[in-house]
């Protein structure tokens, strides 16, 4: 069965630092989004992209966040200037039809230090 | 305002019992709804859908529009049934899923 991979499994980095969040979607989907969870919350929703644009995003996703699709497969996430409350679980889901339900990854648990 | 309630942070049941998973929903159209399950160290996986009237693992779901719930329900619970479960929602003019604070469900032998 497809499935939706993201790289690295657990990032620990410096308060200040740029981090980058990667993700392989499934091939043939075309919606993408990252989502968070910050220990013991819930899962939120940060970002939607279609057709190589961010379609929706959150209050979440300020100017610090930014997502791309740089080549056709991968699609990553960017926090710039990482602060100790971006430490969560961050995950990437694809979705081959909108309200089909996503796929979703293993997720990345970030720790800003 | 689009919004999930689910009621239990935590809910133990016995095996062998019937189980009952309860969603709220707030949405002012026609939402799509869904259940996702987190085994222990796994990902998010989606459980089933309202639009698919299916039952996966014995689990089925029924949307009442009446109640805005979608009660998540299984006959016979099963040891291997203990994980989180998230009610989730998408509306019919977005693509975004919005997701409630998950139930930990605990079978217990």
């Known amino acids: 069965e497809p499935e939706v991979t993201q790289t690295p499994s657990h990032q620990v980095t410096q308060m200040g630092q740029e981090v980058i969040l990667r993700c392989v979607p499934i091939?043939?989907?075309?919606?993408f989004y990252w989502y968070r969870q910050i220990l013991g919350q819930k899962v939120e929703f940060l970002v939607s992209?279609?057709?190589?644009?961010?379609?929706?995003k959150s209050e979440i996703f300020d100017d610090q966040f930014s997502v791309e699709r740089p080549d056709g497969s991968n699609f990553t996430l960017k926090i710039r200037s990482t602060k100790l409350e971006d430490s969560a679980m961050y995950f990437c889901?694809?979705?081959?039809?909108?309200?089909?339900?996503?796929?979703f990854g293993s997720g990345t648990r970030l720790t800003v230090v | 305002a689009q919004r999930v309630t689910q009621p239990e942070k935590l809910l133990s049941v016995f095996k062998g019992a019937p189980v009952e998973l309860k969603c709220n929903y707030s949405?002012?159209?026609?939402?799509?709804l869904f259940w996702y399950v987190q085994y222990s160290r796994q990902r998010l996986q989606l459980l089933l859908r309202?639009?698919s009237r299916e039952s996966i693992k014995g689990f089925t779901a029924d949307l009442n529009k009446g109640e805005t719930s979608f009660h998540l329900k299984k006959p016979f619970a099963q040891e291997e049934d203990s994980a989180m479960y998230y009610c989730?929602?998408?509306?019919?003019?977005?693509?975004?899923?919005?997701f409630g604070k998950g139930t930990r469900l605990h079978i217990l032998p």
């Open positions: 992209f279609y057709n190589n644009e961010i379609s929706e």
């Open positions: 949405y002012s159209g026609s939402p799509e």
């Open positions: 309202h639009i």
């Open positions: 091939s043939n989907h075309l919606y």
């Open positions: 889901a694809s979705s081959v039809l909108v309200n089909y339900g996503y796929t």
């Open positions: 989730a929602l998408s509306g019919s003019r977005d693509d975004k899923i919005i």
